[in-house]
């Protein structure tokens, strides 16, 4: 299964950008798929899962700021982010969770600065 990742950049304060995630395998057989992100020093942490268009969890501090997408047919996951903020800065991992599997399929890793 690969994981590739397209999207990140360099992006000022209040701007906005998306990140995509092309899955070689079928997103049908898929349970869950999402981002998760690392800022230097700290932890990875959960940014968005998505199991259906209405099953979807987001960390805190990005519910209403992030959406996460997949879409099955194009086997992709997406995630939009707006209102970029400083602390947004870290690289971004897209994952899936196969179906009956507990372990994840991670991506490269995508870099995002929210800088002046």
């Known amino acids: 299964v690969q994981l590739v990742e397209s999207g990140g950049g360099l992006v000022q304060p209040g701007g906005s950008l998306r990140l995509s995630c092309a899955v070689s395998a079928r997103l049908s057989t898929v349970y869950a798929a999402g981002w998760y992100r690392q800022a230097p020093g700290k932890e990875r942490e959960l940014v968005a899962a998505i199991r259906t268009a209405s099953d979807q969890d987001y960390a805190d501090s990005m519910k209403g700021r992030f959406a996460v997408y997949r879409d099955n047919a194009k086997k992709t996951v997406d995630l939009e982010m707006n209102n970029l903020k400083p602390g947004d800065t870290a690289v971004y991992y897209c994952?899936?969770?196969?179906?009956?599997?507990?372990?994840?399929?991670w991506g490269q890793g995508n870099q995002v600065t929210v800088n002046l």
């Open positions: 994952y899936i969770q196969p179906r009956g599997e507990g372990n994840l399929y």
